[in-house]
């Protein structure tokens, strides 16, 4: 008979995720995970049929962490711009104030491995796709109160807002000033 696990499946998921979040797939080992979770790796392996799974559930895990902290703009007081403006502020400064400037582990996922894991770009997509309904739902909300212009629809505002994110993020893992990032936000809202 099987022992039972002595372990909260759910804060090992999340211990895996903050490991790939500040490394990556390729760059993150099973001894990595292993020190991590502070699971053997039979244990490991018995709770996740392998990396490729623990990466593929802490995506889905963050996804929907996102999805959580994202939404809770929508019930924000004030027009649609303060609140998009606050959304994509904070965006910045978590990246800048996080270790090694993580970013967004989806949009790091979709650029290392995307093209090759038809399942992680499965998943990126929904994610971004979820998370550009968002902005395009703040960007209405603007239109509608009158604090951003009606002039182009709001979900092509949506794919310029994301697009210049998604960029910005990339960028600033590597080389972009976080005074830069500040500068392209307060830019890119001034065209709204």
């Known amino acids: 008979m099987a022992r039972p696990r002595e372990f909260d499946e759910q804060l090992a998921l999340d211990q895996a995720l903050e490991a790939f979040w500040s490394g990556s797939f390729a ?20 709770t996740f049929s392998g990396k490729a799974d623990i990466y593929r559930q802490s995506l889905e895990r963050y996804g929907a962490l996102k999805d959580e902290e994202r939404s809770g703009y929508l019930q924000r007081r004030g027009t649609g711009r303060s609140v998009l403006q606050r959304l994509l502020t904070d965006i910045v400064t978590d990246q800048y104030e996080s270790p090694d400037r993580r970013g967004c582990l989806v949009v790091n996922a979709a650029v290392e491995v995307g093209l090759t894991n038809a399942d992680v770009a499965a998943l990126a997509r929904n994610n971004l796709h979820e998370f550009r309904a968002l902005l395009g739902q703040l960007i209405a909300r603007g239109q509608d109160d009158g604090s951003i212009t009606s002039t182009t629809s709001a979900d092509d505002l949506a794919a310029v807002v994301h697009a210049t994110l998604n960029g910005l993020q990339v960028a600033g893992r590597v080389a972009i000033d976080r005074r830069d990032s500040a500068r392209a936000v307060r830019t890119l809202m001034s065209l709204l």
């Open 27 to 46: 760059g993150t080992s099973t001894q990595d995970l292993c020190e991590s979770t502070g699971l053997s790796r039979s244990s490991l392996y018995n």
